[in-house]
Protein backbone atom coordinates (compact mmCIF):
# COMPACT_ATOMS: atom_id res chain seq x y z
CA UNK A 1 0.00 0.00 0.00
CA UNK A 2 0.93 3.80 -1.38
CA UNK A 3 1.53 5.82 1.62
CA UNK A 4 1.84 9.79 0.82
CA UNK A 5 3.09 12.15 3.58
CA UNK A 6 0.71 14.09 5.29
CA UNK A 7 2.01 17.69 4.77
CA UNK A 8 -1.00 19.43 6.31
CA UNK A 9 -3.53 19.02 8.91
CA UNK A 10 -6.80 20.34 8.92
CA UNK A 11 -9.29 20.85 12.06
CA UNK A 12 -11.68 23.50 13.08
CA UNK A 13 -12.83 24.83 16.94
CA UNK A 14 -14.99 22.48 18.92
CA UNK A 15 -17.97 21.27 17.36
CA UNK A 16 -17.50 23.02 14.28
CA UNK A 17 -21.40 23.14 12.47
CA UNK A 18 -21.98 21.59 8.68
CA UNK A 19 -20.54 24.82 7.23
CA UNK A 20 -17.34 25.10 8.75
CA UNK A 21 -16.68 21.14 7.93
CA UNK A 22 -17.28 21.60 4.08
CA UNK A 23 -14.71 24.20 4.11
CA UNK A 24 -12.18 21.85 5.50
CA UNK A 25 -13.03 19.16 3.31
CA UNK A 26 -12.59 21.55 0.41
CA UNK A 27 -9.37 22.70 1.36
CA UNK A 28 -8.10 19.39 1.85
CA UNK A 29 -9.03 18.72 -1.93
CA UNK A 30 -6.87 22.50 -3.00
CA UNK A 31 -3.94 21.81 -0.70
CA UNK A 32 -1.75 19.19 -1.57
CA UNK A 33 -0.83 16.44 1.07
CA UNK A 34 -3.51 17.30 3.33
CA UNK A 35 -5.99 16.23 5.63
CA UNK A 36 -8.90 16.76 8.11
CA UNK A 37 -9.30 15.93 11.53
CA UNK A 38 -12.68 15.64 12.88
CA UNK A 39 -12.36 18.09 16.10
CA UNK A 40 -15.19 16.86 18.22
CA UNK A 41 -14.01 16.89 21.60
CA UNK A 42 -10.38 16.47 21.36
CA UNK A 43 -8.31 18.83 22.82
CA UNK A 44 -5.75 21.43 20.89
CA UNK A 45 -2.90 19.34 22.36
CA UNK A 46 -4.65 15.75 20.92
CA UNK A 47 -4.69 17.43 17.84
CA UNK A 48 -0.97 18.26 18.17
CA UNK A 49 -0.10 15.19 19.43
CA UNK A 50 -1.78 13.23 16.00
CA UNK A 51 -0.70 15.85 13.50
CA UNK A 52 3.02 15.48 15.01
CA UNK A 53 2.31 11.54 15.43
CA UNK A 54 1.47 12.11 11.39
CA UNK A 55 5.09 13.82 10.82
CA UNK A 56 2.69 16.77 9.15
CA UNK A 57 4.88 20.01 8.93
CA UNK A 58 1.56 22.51 9.44
CA UNK A 59 -1.42 21.93 11.30
CA UNK A 60 -4.53 24.59 10.45
CA UNK A 61 -7.12 25.43 12.77
CA UNK A 62 -10.38 27.16 11.31
CA UNK A 63 -12.36 28.74 13.93
CA UNK A 64 -15.92 29.09 14.05
CA UNK A 65 -17.21 32.71 14.21
CA UNK A 66 -21.35 33.15 14.63
CA UNK A 67 -21.40 29.15 12.55
CA UNK A 68 -19.20 29.87 9.91
CA UNK A 69 -15.41 30.28 9.59
CA UNK A 70 -13.79 32.94 11.28
CA UNK A 71 -10.21 32.40 11.88
CA UNK A 72 -7.66 30.46 10.09
CA UNK A 73 -4.70 30.07 12.12
CA UNK A 74 -1.48 27.79 10.72
CA UNK A 75 0.58 26.48 13.52
CA UNK A 76 4.24 25.41 12.13
CA UNK A 77 4.87 22.03 14.04
CA UNK A 78 8.80 22.44 13.86
CA UNK A 79 8.60 25.16 16.18
CA UNK A 80 5.41 24.22 17.67
CA UNK A 81 4.24 28.39 17.06
CA UNK A 82 1.72 30.06 15.44
CA UNK A 83 2.76 31.37 12.24
CA UNK A 84 -0.41 32.88 10.43
CA UNK A 85 -3.41 34.42 11.91
CA UNK A 86 -5.97 35.55 9.18
CA UNK A 87 -9.21 36.87 10.12
CA UNK A 88 -11.65 34.97 7.39
CA UNK A 89 -14.17 37.81 6.42
CA UNK A 90 -16.30 35.52 4.32
CA UNK A 91 -16.10 31.99 2.14
CA UNK A 92 -17.88 30.80 -0.85
CA UNK A 93 -18.11 27.36 -0.95
CA UNK A 94 -18.00 25.26 -4.24
CA UNK A 95 -21.17 23.18 -2.51
CA UNK A 96 -22.67 26.64 -2.77
CA UNK A 97 -21.80 26.96 -6.57
CA UNK A 98 -22.54 23.84 -7.27
CA UNK A 99 -19.66 23.25 -8.30
CA UNK A 100 -17.56 19.55 -7.75
CA UNK A 101 -14.48 18.97 -5.82
CA UNK A 102 -11.23 18.04 -7.80
CA UNK A 103 -7.92 16.72 -5.74
CA UNK A 104 -5.16 18.77 -6.26
CA UNK A 105 -1.79 17.24 -6.44
CA UNK A 106 0.50 20.35 -7.98
CA UNK A 107 -0.80 23.83 -7.25
CA UNK A 108 0.97 26.94 -8.09
CA UNK A 109 0.86 30.71 -7.18
CA UNK A 110 -0.69 32.65 -9.24
CA UNK A 111 -1.24 36.53 -9.22
CA UNK A 112 -1.12 37.20 -5.19
CA UNK A 113 -1.03 40.99 -4.55
CA UNK A 114 -0.38 40.24 -0.04
CA UNK A 115 3.23 39.34 0.68
CA UNK A 116 1.80 37.67 4.09
CA UNK A 117 -1.02 35.16 1.63
CA UNK A 118 1.95 34.48 -0.33
CA UNK A 119 4.49 33.53 2.03
CA UNK A 120 1.44 31.13 3.74
CA UNK A 121 0.39 29.35 0.53
CA UNK A 122 4.32 28.75 -0.40
CA UNK A 123 4.42 27.07 3.01
CA UNK A 124 1.50 25.07 2.39
CA UNK A 125 3.02 23.78 -0.97
CA UNK A 126 1.95 25.99 -3.69
CA UNK A 127 5.76 26.07 -4.66
CA UNK A 128 5.17 24.83 -8.20
CA UNK A 129 5.86 26.63 -11.08
CA UNK A 130 5.07 24.49 -13.93
CA UNK A 131 2.23 21.63 -14.69
CA UNK A 132 -0.33 22.89 -12.49
CA UNK A 133 -3.37 21.55 -11.39
CA UNK A 134 -4.54 24.92 -9.84
CA UNK A 135 -3.42 28.70 -9.97
CA UNK A 136 -3.97 30.49 -6.64
CA UNK A 137 -4.55 34.15 -7.50
CA UNK A 138 -5.90 37.20 -5.39
CA UNK A 139 -6.66 40.52 -4.78
CA UNK A 140 -7.82 42.96 -2.61
CA UNK A 141 -11.43 43.94 -3.09
CA UNK A 142 -13.70 46.47 -1.64
CA UNK A 143 -16.70 44.37 0.11
CA UNK A 144 -19.11 46.42 2.80
CA UNK A 145 -16.84 49.44 2.78
CA UNK A 146 -13.95 47.60 3.38
CA UNK A 147 -11.04 45.89 1.84
CA UNK A 148 -10.42 42.53 2.24
CA UNK A 149 -7.99 39.96 0.38
CA UNK A 150 -10.17 37.60 -1.76
CA UNK A 151 -8.01 34.07 -2.48
CA UNK A 152 -9.57 31.96 -5.63
CA UNK A 153 -7.96 28.61 -6.78
CA UNK A 154 -8.62 28.38 -10.60
CA UNK A 155 -7.51 26.61 -13.83
CA UNK A 156 -8.56 28.20 -17.22
CA UNK A 157 -10.99 30.39 -15.41
CA UNK A 158 -12.55 27.73 -13.98
CA UNK A 159 -13.07 27.92 -9.39
CA UNK A 160 -11.80 24.78 -8.42
CA UNK A 161 -12.00 25.53 -4.37
CA UNK A 162 -13.45 27.55 -1.98
CA UNK A 163 -13.53 31.60 -2.13
CA UNK A 164 -11.55 33.10 1.05
CA UNK A 165 -11.74 36.69 2.00
CA UNK A 166 -9.49 37.69 4.37
CA UNK A 167 -9.79 40.76 6.76
CA UNK A 168 -6.17 41.85 6.68
CA UNK A 169 -6.58 45.23 8.40
CA UNK A 170 -9.02 46.01 10.97
CA UNK A 171 -12.68 45.25 10.39
CA UNK A 172 -14.06 48.29 11.57
CA UNK A 173 -11.84 50.38 9.53
CA UNK A 174 -13.46 51.41 6.33
CA UNK A 175 -12.28 52.65 2.81
CA UNK A 176 -13.26 56.54 3.02
Known amino acids: MLIH ?8 SR ?7 TFLNELTYVFPNSIKINRGRQSLKDIIAKSIYLNSKYLVIIDVIKGNPGRFRVYDLTSKMLKYNF ?13 HR ?10 IEDQKIKNMLIDLGYIYIENCDVYA ?15 KFTKDDKIL ?4 RFQLYDRNKNIN
Open 5 to 12: RIEIVFTS
Open 15 to 21: DAPLRVR
Open 87 to 99: IIYGVTLLTELKL
Open 102 to 111: TLIKRGCIGK
Open 137 to 151: NGDYIIKDNNYVFEL
Open 161 to 164: GPVI
